[in-house]
């Protein structure tokens, strides 16, 4: 079965640095979605990629997917205390379905 | 604003309760949604894929009468933890795809608490 790996677990930031998530599957990704959760929360879509060497961007925040789409990076520039929260990757389980795996999730605190 | 509303977000009942949990589309209609459980600091697992008007999808090792799965409408779908005990404790959450090749949007969740 498909599995998704995070990394790091964690990241303790200061305000105003730039970091970047990653996101590795063991087989080839249909889809690759990147959500942002806050604890106790529900999941917040933040992007979807879906083609090999794709980028998208929104506000200060950039995902990638890697040509032999199995790698995704999710990179924030000049971090904020509201972009803490726990980001996870989630991937189509197989081709034409809507059913999702999901990362292990990256745990981001941004201290001032 | 929200796409998909879950309701309640918060229960805590006794040992032996049966608990209903329900995931509505907003605006739009799902013929298929899914059900997640989360664990204290870890990722989602799905549950279940409910099917409307037919049997739910569980996933391995989820037991079916445990956790009753019921899609009656385009825009409804409830799952009832039956009986639930203490280890059922747990974040469940919803998601509903607003369409072909679309992104799942969730619900905010449902804490439960079985003391």
């Known amino acids: 079965s498909q599995e998704l790996e995070q990394s790091p677990q964690s990241l303790i930031v200061q305000e105003g640095k730039n970091l970047t998530i990653n996101c590795t599957s063991s087989k080839t990704l249909y889809g690759l979605y990147w959500y942002k959760q806050k604890y106790g929360e529900g999941l917040i879509f933040l992007m979807m990629?879906?083609?090999?060497?794709e980028e998208k961007s929104h506000e200060k925040i950039t995902a990638k997917l890697d040509e032999k789409k199995q790698q995704s990076s999710l990179h924030i520039t000049a971090s904020q205390p509201s972009h803490a929260g726990i980001y996870l990757c989630g991937a189509d389980s197989s081709y034409n379905t809507d059913k999702l795996i999901f990362g292990t999730g990256t745990r981001l605190q941004v201290f001032p | 604003g929200a796409v998909v509303s879950q309701h309640p977000s918060w229960v805590i009942c006794k040992s032996g309760t049966s608990v209903k949990i329900e995931c509505r589309s907003l605006d739009f209609q799902a013929t298929t949604m899914f059900w997640y459980r989360q664990f204290p600091k870890q990722s989602l697992m799905l549950m279940a894929t409910s099917n409307e008007g037919s049997k739910a999808t569980y996933e391995q090792g989820v037991e079916k009468d445990k956790f009753l799965i019921n899609h009656a409408s385009l825009t409804l779908s409830t799952l009832t933890v039956t009986s639930a005990h203490p280890e059922d404790s747990s974040f469940y959450i919803c998601?509903?795809?607003?369409?072909?090749?679309?992104?799942?949007?969730f619900g905010d969740g449902t804490r439960l608490s079985i003391l």
């Open positions: 990629l879906q083609k090999g060497g």
């Open positions: 998601s509903a795809p607003m369409g072909s090749n679309q992104p799942q949007h």
